[in-house]
């Protein structure tokens, strides 16, 4: 399992976490290959500011690496959760552990 952060806008490092840190799950992409992650809502979005869809990598394959989440979830799209599940993030710049 890797689920340890939601992206907020890909490479960067100067963007502003947002102060809401309630959120939740509100879907669920699966490639069949390897690859599961977890769709969250922000703020009623789960569109990042980068074009993107805010998501937790669940899980990897050997071999599979988290940022390939953004291209299962473009190419697959994914399917909703209901009720969805209320999580609070830690809102960090990138790289503070």
Sequence with gaps: MVAHHVTL?????AAVPPTDTAAE???????????????????????????STYHITWSLA???EARESNAVIANLGWTGLAPPIPI???ARPFGDG
């Design 9 to 13: 806008k890909f490479g960067d490092r």
């Design 25 to 51: 799950v509100v879907g669920h992409v699966d490639d069949g290959q390897g690859l599961e992650a977890l769709v969250v809502r922000i703020a009623g979005s789960t569109d990042r500011p980068d074009g």
């Design 62 to 64: 050997p071999g599979r």
């Design 88 to 90: 609070r993030l830690a």
